[in-house]
């Protein structure tokens, strides 16, 4: 069974500094993880996808993620957030078939001006 | 390349009525996908078509819920009767096939509100 844990619900940042967006997973067979984001009042929209390609996974809008199987973590990152980021995020595991895609609760990210 | 369309947008009934959702997914995507996003929570699927095919529905409450996608292009979702629990944003999501490593691309949802 696959499942995924956001370990924070909330994070604020202010304007360029840094983003870290994490993301545990669980999965009994190789994983594909997203990540996506959610703006208020649009739908959600791919970042990035690991596919068991390269570990480094570079997404738009300058957000990156690394697969580390050894701690079954995906983290999302950014070097300099900026006020357009803010929004909530997701990440989700799907396993082998696609047809168990499951999401995390969700981080709501706020950048500070 | 037009995105998902869903529609309506937003719709209020009281408990025990019935609602319909309507969602035409992207040209060519064979797999479709209902979620169900309870304020504050994550997407939960609710069901996944392949074609005009069933792939899973386990999380599908069928004593109210019901959907169907007959040409195996758009599709509906059906609640009857409805509960003040099904408040939530229902999103429709569309890939161009069934492996695990596809992206999904989502509709603007509807949004649910029971009274």
């Known amino acids: 069974a696959q499942s995924v844990t956001q370990l924070d619900s909330h994070v604020s940042v202010s304007e360029g500094t840094p983003v870290l967006l994490r993301c545990n997973y669980s999965?009994?067979?190789?994983?594909?993880l997203f990540w996506y984001v959610q703006h208020p009042n649009k739908g959600l929209q791919l970042l990035l996808k690991?596919?068991?390609?390269?570990?480094l996974v570079k997404g738009i809008n300058g957000f990156e993620a690394e697969f580390k199987k050894s701690e079954t973590s995906f983290h999302l990152t950014k070097p300099s957030a900026h006020m357009s980021d803010a929004a909530e995020y997701f990440c989700?595991?799907?396993?082998?078939?696609?047809?168990?895609?499951?999401f995390g609760t969700g981080t709501s990210l706020t950048v500070i001006p | 390349e037009a995105g998902v369309a869903q529609s309506p947008r937003y719709k209020i009934i009281e408990k025990r009525q019935s609602v319909a959702f309507w969602c035409n997914p992207i040209?060519?995507?064979?797999?479709l996908y209902w979620y169900q996003q309870i304020l504050g929570q994550g997407p939960k699927l609710l069901i996944q078509?392949?074609?005009?095919?069933?792939?899973?529905d386990s999380q599908l409450p069928k004593d109210r819920f019901s959907a169907e996608r007959l040409k195996g292009v758009d599709s509906t979702l059906k609640i009857q009767p409805a509960k003040l629990e099904d408040s939530a944003v229902y999103l429709c999501?569309?890939?161009?096939?069934?492996?695990?490593?596809?992206?999904?691309?989502f509709g603007p949802g509807t949004r649910l509100l029971v009274l």
């Open positions: 040209s060519g995507h064979a797999t």
């Open positions: 999965s009994s067979y190789s994983p594909s």
């Open positions: 999501a569309s890939s161009h096939g069934l492996a695990g490593q596809e992206t999904q691309y």
């Open positions: 078509f392949q074609n005009n095919g069933v792939v899973d």
């Open positions: 690991y596919t068991s390609a390269a570990t």
């Open positions: 989700v595991v799907s396993g082998d078939t696609g047809n168990q895609f499951y």
